[in-house]
């Protein structure tokens, strides 16, 4: 049976029993903040175990995509070097919402293993919860297995809870007997690590609540929560124990073959960490991660360079991971939409980062070059070696590969506490991408209470009832004059802030009061909460109110929204389909549009975008809105934003002339403008990189290009007469200086232009005056048989003081030494020159050591016939010819 048919087969069982099949999460978990990625399949119902969210199902069953590559839950290291270790897994699921119990989730399990996969049931071992005599009994009675099969173990392993407090319960795990020609005992034993026994299942029965450390009580209603690795049960039902001889690797693994320039066989670790990265990389990046130096795209990125790393170490000198991708795409595409919808953009990221790669490990044999020549003993300072690898990205074993020929060791106790060090720090910076969970407040309001209707699509206006106020974080019955808090409707015309869009603001009120609105958020998806303060009045609980948007507000809004979607299939149609969303800000002044792409936006790519944006907008196009099946809707070729979980019904804004061809089509929640002309026009105000891999827009349409064009033109007036003010100051400045110099200025230049040249024309005016104006303090002075040539000298231009030696050389060819030392309020610039008879006898960098040393430096460096030095005590500039001279006195 073939890894989809095994899929397909737990799927379908489990929906004839009555269970919903539900897609799987993506890999960003979107109710955990705590969580780095999705590593179970019970994440994305976590909500429904802690009664904070319900769903019109009470059975569920999931193949979720899971990542442990971060965090607590870490296998990177071990992978490719173990038969069971993944980044990337899926965890196939089936569970109960308070609906059947023990019973049901022990048969379900046993049929399904033995009947429709038809494992033998003599291969199958057992574990309960020492203390769960019931989950025992049930296993003897509908397994008949013996008791010896049925194994208590009396740790941790076999309770589970999902922190210090909350739901929790014993587990049940089923083990499969590989038989005595591998290594390793029953569970529980001795030998339990060994590679024999192979658990393959994990049924837990949550049937307690976790009150305190001290207190445990009985859930009213339990509930189940199993989960199976795909790649184990393939790899049982494909008679083997090693997960990579699955089809769900070996194709992978074939073509890493075929490209490397290696012997290595599919055994390799190399090709199996190749295999198992790539399949991480492609859907952590489908599902809106990309590389980084932070967070969640810093695992990815530590993901793909071992990966590379090993690449590299098969000796590829090209990049093969986009190579491999599109076997990986023909895989696993029917099952997880969402690779062929990112295909372009993981196939370019993929390329790009391992073309940077490749440059770092250039660039990192460079350093290590380097370092070898300081290298003492043979051993390779480790604080340098986990520099390579934490801020080059390259890997220790790479370092100690290209030593290992020079007999030369690394390092490795500093190199680990350095790793250590590192990473307590993440472990510490990772708080999690947003509150680890909201007030509680907001969990008591809600409840009981039925979820807000929104109107507001239709809508500026409703009769509406409050149903909770809050008030500095407490609910309470009564709003006042003064007061500023949170309403809760019945229903509403506001749109809760989401999807990058702000809320709406404008008012409630009655006979007896006025609520001015702010701002509206929404909570747990569909509670919105109207934040503002009471103008006049009072309000009570269940009162009937009013309300009423501002118009102007949601327009302005509505515009900008409008031209992100416009601006985001421009993007696509100008630069490539591997553009895609990374996220975005609408108000009603401008928009913010990130996007995946790698260069900057060059002139012509910007012009072509804003025009073609305002092409549509011309052609006042209607924008259609349909409510369809998730599925439907991308099938249709709808854009989705990478990593968003989305309802099973979903709001579909078109742009175009036809069904057939669309500009626009996207999934979204927001406001929108009904035709396209509404939004007047468009204008690009802005570019710029927020991330590897991540350009930003910034934008404005309709009266926000007016207040754009208004502001840039008396910006432009006020520059053009501030440039003039300057020219004019330079010209001032140039006739005192040479008053019979004529200057003219080229009106056929900007005024940009025009005063860089005044400038430059000034510039070398001063410099010219400025040199001849110390060069008469030179001093020339003949001590002995040789010309000492000397200049102390105020300011004088840096990058003149050679020249200053080569025209003194020249001037005085035989036995000189030749000394310019320049002086401002705070430093010394001194330089020395000798000509070349004489540099067997003096040497410049002894004269411009004692210099230096006199105007407190540090003794400068150069060469026998010219060298350089500094101070920063100019004070004592003019003791330096006396000491100069009698030096040379002493050697002559």
């Known amino acids: 049976m073939n890894s989809s048919a095994v899929r397909r087969t737990f799927l379908n069982y489990f929906k004839k029993n009555n269970h919903e099949i539900v897609h799987s999460g993506p890999l960003v978990p979107e109710n955990d903040p705590t969580l780095m990625f999705a590593n179970s399949g019970m994440v994305q119902f976590k909500n429904i175990f802690t009664g904070k969210e319900i769903r019109e199902y009470s059975r569920a069953v999931t193949a979720q995509?899971?990542?442990?590559?971060?965090?607590?839950?870490?296998?990177?290291?071990?992978?490719?070097?173990?038969?069971?270790?993944?980044?990337?897994?899926?965890?196939?699921g089936n569970f109960s919402f308070g609906d059947y119990f023990k019973d049901s989730a022990i048969e379900l399990a046993w049929n399904l293993i033995t009947k429709e996969y038809g494992i033998d049931k003599n291969k199958?071992?057992?574990?309960?919860?020492?203390?769960?005599?019931?989950?025992?009994?049930?296993?003897?009675?509908?397994?008949?297995?013996?008791?010896?099969?049925?194994?208590?173990?009396?740790?941790?392993?076999?309770?589970?809870?999902?922190?210090?407090?909350?739901?929790?319960?014993?587990?049940?795990?089923?083990?499969?007997?590989?038989?005595?020609?591998?290594?390793?005992?029953?569970?529980?034993?001795?030998?339990?690590?060994?590679?024999?026994?192979?658990?393959?299942?994990?049924?837990?029965?949550?049937?307690?609540?976790?009150i305190s450390k001290e207190e445990r009580i009985k859930l009213p209603k339990p509930s189940i929560d199993t989960g199976m690795g795909l790649e184990r049960i393939t790899a049982l039902l494909q008679n083997t124990n090693d997960n990579y001889e699955t089809d769900i690797f070996s194709s992978l693994i074939n073509k890493s073959i075929e490209l490397s320039n290696s012997d290595e066989n599919h055994k390799s670790p190399s090709h199996r960490v190749i295999a198992d990265h790539l399949r991480s990389s492609a859907f952590l990046i489908s599902?809106?991660?990309?590389?980084?130096?932070?967070?969640?795209?810093?695992?990815?990125?530590?993901?793909?360079?071992?990966?590379?790393?090993?690449?590299?170490?098969?000796?590829?000198?090209?990049?093969?991971?986009?190579?491999?991708?599109?076997?990986?795409?023909?895989?696993?595409?029917?099952?997880?939409?969402?690779?062929?919808?990112?295909?372009d953009l993981i196939n370019n990221t993929l390329f790009n980062e391992e073309t940077k790669f490749k440059q770092t490990i250039d660039n990192g044999l460079k350093i290590l070059e380097d370092e070898i020549k300081k290298t003492k003993n043979n051993l390779f300072n480790g604080d340098v070696a986990f520099k390579l690898y934490d801020t080059y990205?390259?890997?220790?074993?790479?370092?100690?590969?290209?030593?290992?020929?020079?007999?030369?060791?690394?390092?490795?106790?500093?190199?680990?506490?350095?790793?250590?060090?590192?990473?307590?720090?993440?472990?510490?910076?990772?708080?999690?991408?947003?509150?680890?969970?909201?007030?509680?407040?907001?969990?008591?309001?809600?409840?009981?209470?039925?979820?807000?209707?929104?109107?507001?699509?239709?809508?500026?206006?409703?009769?509406?009832?409050?149903?909770?106020?809050?008030?500095?974080?407490?609910?309470v019955t009564k709003i006042k004059t003064g007061e500023e808090g949170v309403v809760i409707l019945n229903q509403t015309p506001f749109y809760g802030e989401s999807g990058g869009q702000i809320g709406d603001g404008g008012n409630l009120s009655n006979d007896q009061f006025i609520f001015e609105i702010y701002n509206t958020t929404k909570m747990f998806g569909n509670y919105f909460l109207h934040w503002g303060k009471v103008i006049k009045g009072f309000a009570n609980m269940n009162d009937q109110v009013s309300t009423s948007i501002n118009v102007k507000k949601r327009d302005l809004i509505r515009n900008n929204h409008s031209s992100t979607h416009l601006l985001h299939a421009s993007l696509r149609k100008i630069l490539g389909n591997h553009v895609f969303q990374k996220g975005s800000l609408v108000n009603d002044e401008k928009l913010r549009f990130d996007f995946s792409h790698n260069l900057p936006l060059s002139d012509m790519e910007l012009e072509k975008i804003e025009k073609l944006v305002n092409k549509i907008i011309s052609q006042n196009i209607k924008v259609n809105t349909q409510i369809l099946d998730h599925q439907s809707a991308i099938n249709e070729g709808a854009i989705a934003l990478f990593g968003e979980k989305y309802s099973e019904e979903v709001r579909v804004i078109t742009m175009g002339q036809d069904t057939d061809s669309y500009f626009s089509k996207e999934l979204c929640g927001g406001t929108h403008v009904n035709y396209t002309g509404d939004i007047n026009k468009f204008k690009i105000i802005n570019q710029y990189s927020v991330a590897s891999g991540v350009r930003r827009l910034e934008a404005v349409s309709n009266i926000g290009v007016d207040n754009f064009e208004t502001i840039q033109t008396a910006k432009n007036k006020e520059t053009s007469f501030r440039t003039q003010k300057e020219i004019h100051k330079y010209l001032n400045l140039i006739r005192k200086i040479q008053p019979e110099k004529k200057i003219g200025i080229n009106n056929n230049m900007e005024l940009e232009e025009q005063l860089k040249d005044i400038k430059k024309t000034y510039n070398d005016i001063q410099f010219d005056t400025n040199i001849s104006k110390n060069k008469k303090n030179i001093i020339v002075k003949k001590i002995g048989d040789y010309n000492l040539i000397y200049l102390l000298a105020t300011k004088y231009p840096s990058k003149a003081f050679k020249l200053f030696v080569d025209e003194q050389k020249n001037a005085y060819p035989h036995k000189s030494i030749i000394i310019l030392v320049s002086s401002d309020d705070t430093k010394v610039s001194i330089i020395v020159g000798i000509t070349n008879d004489i540099t067997e006898k003096f040497d410049a960098t002894s004269f411009v050591k004692i210099a230096s040393t006199i105007v407190g430096g540090n003794g400068g460096g150069g060469r026998k016939d010219l060298a350089q030095a500094g101070g920063n005590e100019p004070t004592n500039v003019k003791k330096i010819f006396d000491e100069i001279k009698n030096e040379i006195l002493k050697l002559s």
């Open 65 to 92: 995509k899971c990542v442990r590559a971060g965090g607590k839950h870490n296998d990177l290291e071990n992978v490719g070097y173990t038969t069971r270790h993944h980044t990337f897994f899926e965890m196939l």
């Open 393 to 475: 990205g390259f890997p220790l074993d790479l370092t100690q590969d290209y030593l290992k020929n020079k007999n030369i060791g690394v390092d490795t106790l500093t190199f680990d506490k350095n790793m250590i060090q590192q990473k307590e720090r993440a472990r510490k910076s990772w708080k999690g991408t947003g509150d680890t969970e909201n007030s509680k407040i907001w969990f008591d309001v809600v409840k009981n209470l039925e979820p807000t209707e929104f109107v507001g699509y239709d809508q500026i206006k409703s009769e509406s009832l409050v149903k909770k106020i809050v008030v500095s974080d407490k609910e």
């Open 287 to 343: 599902d809106g991660v990309l590389p980084s130096n932070e967070g969640r795209g810093y695992v990815l990125r530590r993901i793909m360079r071992r990966g590379m790393r090993h690449a590299h170490s098969l000796g590829n000198t090209e990049p093969i991971f986009d190579k491999i991708f599109p076997i990986l795409l023909s895989n696993m595409k029917d099952s997880y939409p969402e690779l062929e919808r990112a295909k």
């Open 124 to 210: 199958l071992v057992v574990t309960v919860f020492e203390e769960d005599m019931e989950a025992y009994d049930l296993w003897k009675k509908i397994s008949g297995l013996k008791d010896d099969k049925i194994i208590k173990i009396n740790t941790s392993d076999n309770f589970w809870s999902m922190g210090d407090t909350g739901p929790c319960g014993p587990c049940s795990e089923i083990f499969y007997d590989h038989g005595d020609k591998f290594f390793g005992g029953p569970p529980g034993s001795k030998d339990e690590e060994g590679d024999r026994f192979i658990e393959i299942w994990n049924l837990v029965f949550m049937q307690f609540e976790q």
